[in-house]
């Protein structure tokens, strides 16, 4: 069953404290993307990657990391230096740069 | 000005009516263009995307591009309640980034 999974589907951070977002593919897409998006916006390009071992930031990387290290694979860390990420976190695929984008079923992160 | 522009509504149209959305991008460049709908609470799934000027139909979904004046726009023919959702606008504008519009709200009344 090819497609895009995230985990967990909420997450839970206390103050000062780093959490990972997991995603993985099993479509064979080149490039992954992570957004974010918060209640009456759009969705915000945080990163994106068009291949292993490489990626860029979006418009709001601060206070995010991610790496590449396996084409299946994408994870995103909240840093305690984001000072707001209460938000809809979603992970998105495609085969490749500028093509049609996948998403996968988001992970909800909530502050303690 | 925002790159991709869309009207928040909500957009009420009855059921078997045509909804029509709306949407306005800012980059001449932009190339290809592409329609999202998500539920609430969910992530956005694919309706269509579209790269020419004209009229792309598939089922009751018809997408719509006029490069000349900027716009696309997505058409639902016969509205039904599980058509009830946000659909987002996205805009490849050529500079390896989608821009996604904050989306307009459908409710299609029963």
């Known amino acids: 069953d090819g497609g895009i999974t995230q985990s967990p589907k909420y997450l839970f951070r206390k103050e000062g404290q780093n959490v990972t977002l997991s995603c993985e593919q099993n479509?064979?897409?080149?490039?992954m993307y992570w957004y974010r998006q918060d209640p009456g916006q759009g969705l915000r390009l945080i990163y994106y990657?068009?291949?292993?071992?490489?990626?860029q930031k979006g418009d709001i990387a601060e206070g995010y990391s991610v790496s590449r290290e396996k084409k299946e694979s994408f994870p995103l860390t909240v840093t305690s230096a984001q000072k707001n990420p209460t938000a809809f976190y979603l992970c998105?695929?495609?085969?490749?740069?500028?093509?049609?984008?996948?998403f996968g079923p988001g992970t909800r992160l909530l502050v303690l | 000005q925002k790159e991709v522009e869309q009207n928040s509504g909500p957009l009420s149209v009855p059921e078997g009516a045509i909804a029509s959305l709306n949407c306005t991008y800012s980059?001449?460049?932009?190339?290809?263009f592409f329609w999202y709908r998500q539920y609430s609470g969910k992530s956005p799934e694919l309706i269509m995307f579209?790269?020419?000027?004209g009229d792309k139909e598939d089922g009751r979904f018809t997408a719509q591009l006029n490069k000349a004046s900027q716009y696309v726009s997505l058409l639902i023919r016969d509205s039904q309640p599980s058509d009830s959702a946000t659909y987002l606008c996205?805009?490849?504008?050529?500079?390896?980034?989608?821009?996604f519009g904050t989306g307009t709200k459908l409710q299609v009344i029963p």
């Open positions: 998105a695929s495609s085969m490749r740069q500028q093509e049609t984008q996948y």
């Open positions: 479509l064979n897409h080149d490039a």
């Open positions: 990657s068009q291949i292993v071992n490489d990626f």
């Open positions: 980059d001449r460049g932009s190339q290809s």
């Open positions: 579209i790269y020419s000027n």
């Open positions: 996205a805009v490849n504008g050529g500079y390896q980034k989608v821009t």
